[in-house]
């Protein structure tokens, strides 16, 4: 089992920036990436960004490319999500998960979420 918690969430205003943390309890070779992912009110929870704890690539969706950042550090067991330019359509719970592989996240660990809220 692995326990994620994420933290960071918040209200903000359009065009301004957010960090949100996930911390994991463990890594294993079955968790060898993680990601971040959303849920808007009323709609299907999406992918955000992801990262190989390995070799540090990451993948973005193209609607938060050059906007939002996501990072790692090995040490702490820990991957960032550096949210700037924030736009009302980012509102939404945002939830870390942490997976073999980025091509499907159906066998992944979740995190219970942070809501994040843009004001416009």
């Known amino acids: 089992q692995v326990q994620l918690v994420e933290s960071g969430g918040g209200l903000v205003q359009a065009g301004g920036s957010l960090r949100l943390s996930c911390v994991a309890s463990?890594?294993?070779?079955?968790?060898?990436?993680m990601g971040w992912f959303r849920q808007a009110p009323g709609k299907e929870r999406e992918f955000v960004a992801g990262i190989s704890w390995r070799d540090g690539l990451t993948y973005y969706t193209d609607s938060v490319k050059g906007r939002f950042i996501i990072s790692k550090d090995n040490f702490k067991s820990t991957v960032y999500l550096q949210m700037n330019s924030l736009k009302p359509e980012d509102t939404a719970a945002y939830y870390c998960a942490a997976n073999k592989g980025i091509s499907s996240w159906r066998d992944a660990y979740w995190g219970k979420g942070t809501l994040v809220t843009v004001s416009s």
């Open positions: 463990r890594r294993t070779s079955s968790t060898d990436t």
